[in-house]
């Protein structure tokens, strides 16, 4: 485990390389969410009611509702530095699965539901990081009250979880997508079904300058009111180039 002088030197880092420029002159922004605030429980999830969140060139959308009675619930993007891999439900929910923020870095965001992040000026992504929340992870492995497990009682139903994030541009006209696999268990062969436990890159650098990534989720475990896996993943380190 790394000391808090290791962890402190890494979080300066980070903070330096975010907003630099390259020895061309380059804008780069580099979104590892380090600089933002966490109090301590260890997550942030717009109980605050500030409507979301700005880290880098991009504003992370928030939508929390309290319900009375001590029920709340949020959707669209939150950041936590929590990394439980072992404790299943809905009270592990900002945890990733990982065991870590990318690079064991401190913060990471976390995307529930779904909703799209605004770029102030438009970039050319390289790329970004994505990764299995427990929450959603332990309830695919061993199925929960509201969904299953992945692959069912004999381990052979195809089944799957994805993130798929869709680019636009300026003028809000669709240029692109990239899809996330978080668990596969489509194989013939059972043994190479798995379950997503790292962080994954993703690449965007051909699509062009992008304005909007609207994040959505797709899973074979539907029910009428929608995917019944939790539609949770965590996000870190985008990087790319300013227009």
Known sequence: MKNLSSLIAISIALSIIAGSCDDDGVKIDYITFEEL???STGYWNGSDMSGGFTSG???FPNSFTDWGGGITSWMGFGYSN???VNTPGPG???SCYAGSAIFSSGIFGIISVGDTLVFEVPERIESLYVANTTYAALSMKNGDEFAKKFGGDDGND???FYLVIDAFNEKDEWIGNRTAILANYTFEDNSQDYISNGWTK???EDVGYIKKLAFSFESTDVGEWGINTPAYACIDNIKGVLQ
């Open 37 to 39: 605030p966490l109090d």
């Open 57 to 59: 060139n991009a504003f």
């Open 82 to 84: 929590m990394t439980d």
């Open 92 to 94: 592990n929910q900002y």
């Open 158 to 160: 195809p089944d799957y």
């Open 202 to 204: 993703i690449l965007f």
